[in-house]
């Protein structure tokens, strides 16, 4: 079965400053990998989605993740954190189905 | 478009009872999943529902269940409910099964005493 895992419980970054929130997985054939962001008493909303292609992929609100299939990897990363970018995110897998996988999240803290 | 719903919103029962959650997908988004989120356990899929067939469930007791109507509206219900049964529970739709980004209601709040 699939899944993923979220190494760090928590990130602190200065604003302005570029930041990386983790994420590895777990699969037995081609991943499909998604992040997620969460804000206070809010649903999940859905950032960005790797599937196949690029390596490198854009998603919302300026963040990019990065898959790296050695590494089993696909690491989210924003070039300049704003402070409304504190939030709880998600990286998830999928294998062609909907049976998502979520890892733990990591809070993410930008600080002015 | 409207986003997906769900009710209630917040939701308070006994021990025992049994619930019922209603979500309504995106107009067009024919697959439903839903998920039950806690401090503890983090994310945890329940189920996934497609032209009114579950499709994958996850590890959940049988209490746990669901179904979904002709035009994808979808209710889980939860039945002898228990202290740790309280939790947000999340609906998400998408536009079919896949590798498609799921959409996530608000939620609904259920808090069990």
């Known amino acids: 079965a699939q899944s993923v895992a979220q190494p760090e419980d928590q990130v602190n970054v200065a604003e302005g400053n570029p930041l990386t929130v983790k994420c590895t997985y777990s699969?037995?054939?081609?991943?499909?990998l998604f992040w997620y962001v969460q804000y206070p008493n809010r649903g999940l909303q859905f950032l960005l989605k790797?599937?196949?292609?690029?390596?490198l992929v854009k998603g919302s609100y300026g963040f990019e993740a990065e898959f790296n299939k050695s590494q089993t990897s696909f690491h989210l990363k924003k070039p300049s954190a704003l402070v409304s970018d504190s939030a709880l995110y998600f990286c998830?897998?999928?294998?062609?189905?909907?049976?998502?996988?979520f890892g733990a999240g990591t809070r993410l803290t930008v600080k002015p | 478009k409207a986003g997906v719903t769900q009710t209630p919103r917040y939701l308070i029962k006994t021990r025992g009872q049994q619930v019922t959650l209603s979500c309504s997908p995106i107009?067009?988004?024919?697959?439903v999943s839903w998920y039950q989120q806690t401090p503890g356990q983090g994310l945890q899929f329940l189920f996934e529902?497609?032209?009114?067939?579950?499709?994958n469930k996850g590890n959940f007791p049988g209490r746990f269940s669901g179904r979904q109507f002709s035009n994808s509206r979808s209710e889980m219900n939860v039945s002898t409910l228990e202290l740790g049964d309280s939790a947000l529970y999340l609906c998400?739709?998408?536009?079919?099964?896949?590798?498609?980004?799921?959409?996530f209601g608000p939620g609904t709040r259920l808090t069990v005493t």
């Open positions: 107009s067009g988004h024919r697959s």
């Open positions: 790797y599937i196949t292609g690029d390596n």
């Open positions: 998400a739709s998408s536009l079919d099964p896949g590798p498609y980004e799921q959409y």
């Open positions: 529902y497609f032209s009114e067939t579950q499709r």
């Open positions: 998830a897998v999928s294998q062609n189905n909907n049976d998502m996988r």
């Open positions: 699969v037995s054939g081609n991943p499909y």
